[in-house]
Structures are given as structure tokens and as C-alpha cells.
């Protein structure tokens, strides 16, 4: 499990930036991902999905500042900051959520299944992982402004 | 998926009021689960979880106003809720999102693998399901106070 997972991360760090490059043309710069042992995170904007195979389980959810979600998804829709509704910004972080587990999924043989996103809006919620003992923590800065992902994988 | 829709929903209500009758000695009374097509609801502390197979793929969110939350956990720990770390409160509500999950999929023959959940807190936070076109919300009452269950389940 332990070779696995840094696999994974470098994985995750993949998927997350190739995702937002090509639904949002941003780029997150290797430099700019640092990854913690923290085991939670606040945000505005979450999206949350799980991810499980007959031996591994485990969670992504990608938080983010208002301003930052609203940037990705106004260039995802090829509109203005401004006129992202509440249910744009929702449906936006679901779909990056979604495809950023994918990506992630395909990037290490497609092994796990897929859950149903979940989004959470709510400023300054907290996102903490369950009884997690090993707990990943990456923050992404984007034009210089910090996004995370919180996830953790343990074996059955 | 609609003939198996409608056995997973009363075996969600069941599971959920099993759970907590189990683990805090709480009963939600029959007459106290109502079943409606929202796709958001609000809370304060909610356990997010993912459940899937070859063929479908859902999701189950908990959401608890904090004194409901409180009160569960306290049952839970056979404590006073006014006793109730910010810790002890994440963690009672993930054990709770996992095993109203686990002892659903036990109910309906195991036939899902499910996610590690995570556990968002935030006053008022809402929580909505990504791309939905069969939502259901469970409002159950304990005490007479509301918890809700978020849940969909969609066909790959």
C-alpha cells in the first residue's frame, strides 16, 4: 500500500492540473503543488467523491475559495466571474470533481469504481477526513491563489 | 433501476433508523421518514459517502442541524452534549454516514463497494448532488427535530 500511494499522489497531481488545463485552459505549475499530512481543509466550494475496489477504499474532495471556483468555472462555460449562478459554480466543481477522480482512475489502470459527486457550498465549511490514519493533503496554487484536495485511500 | 429504486429507499430509511437506534439508542418512529425529489438540503454537520459497482454508482449524504448531531454523538458516547469536542463530533458523524451505508448495502445483498466517508462541518452549509436526474431527500425526525438523507443512484 505504502508504493502504491506514492504513486497516487503524483497521480492525483496529474489528473487535477491536465483537468483544469484542458476544461478551464489553467495551469497549475509543478512548482506550485505541495502536498501535507494534513487531514482536513477549509473551503467555500467542495466537491466530494468516493472511490473503491474489492481491497482499497478511499476519498478525493477537491475545496475551493469562492473566487478561485468561480474562476474555473467561468472560463470552463467561456463566461464572466459575475454571471455564474449558484447552480453554475455547483454543477462546475461536480463536473471537475468527477473528471479529476477519472482521470486519476485511468492514470492507474481504471482499479477503482466511482461514486456520485456530492458538492457542498457553504463559506468557510470544514472538510476532515474519518478515522483516517493516512491522510493526504494537496494544495494547488492557481495564478497564485491556493485550491485544495484532501484525500486518503486505506486497505480493507 | 426503478423496481430496484424503490427497495433501495425503504432500505435506506430502515438502515438509518437501525443505525442510530443501535448506536444511540434513538428511534425515528415510522410515521417520522418523508420521502421527497429535492436534489440540496442544509445543514451543519454532514457525512458524505460513495457507493458503487460494475453497473451503478450513488452516493448517501447525512446532514444533522449541530444539536441533533450533538445529540446522537452524546448517545453514542454516553456523555453530555454540551461535553462534545468539535473531534468527537466529526468522528461520531463519519461512524454513523459509514455504518448507515454498510448496513444498507448488507440489507440489499452487498452488492456495492463503498467509499471512506468524509465529514463536512460549516453552520448552514447545503449540500446538492452533481448532474441529477433522480434525487431523493429523506427528512426523518427524531425527537421531533429534522435530520435529512440525501441519496441518488444512477446507471453507468
Known sequence: MEELKKSFLEH???ATKSVLSMMAGLDVKKDDVFISNEDKVRGDITGVIGLSNDKVKGSIAISFPEEVGKTIVANMLSISPDEITEEDLKDGIGEITNMVAGDFNNRI?????????SVITGKGHLVSLFNNSAPVLFKFLLE?????????????
Chains 1, 2 share one sequence.
Open 12 to 14: 492525483i497531481a496529474e
Open 109 to 117: 489502470g481504471n482499479i477503482f469504481k466511482l461514486s456520485l459527486p
Open 144 to 156: 497564485d491563489k491556493p485550491f485544495y484536495l484532501l484525500s486518503t485511500f486505506e486497505e480493507k
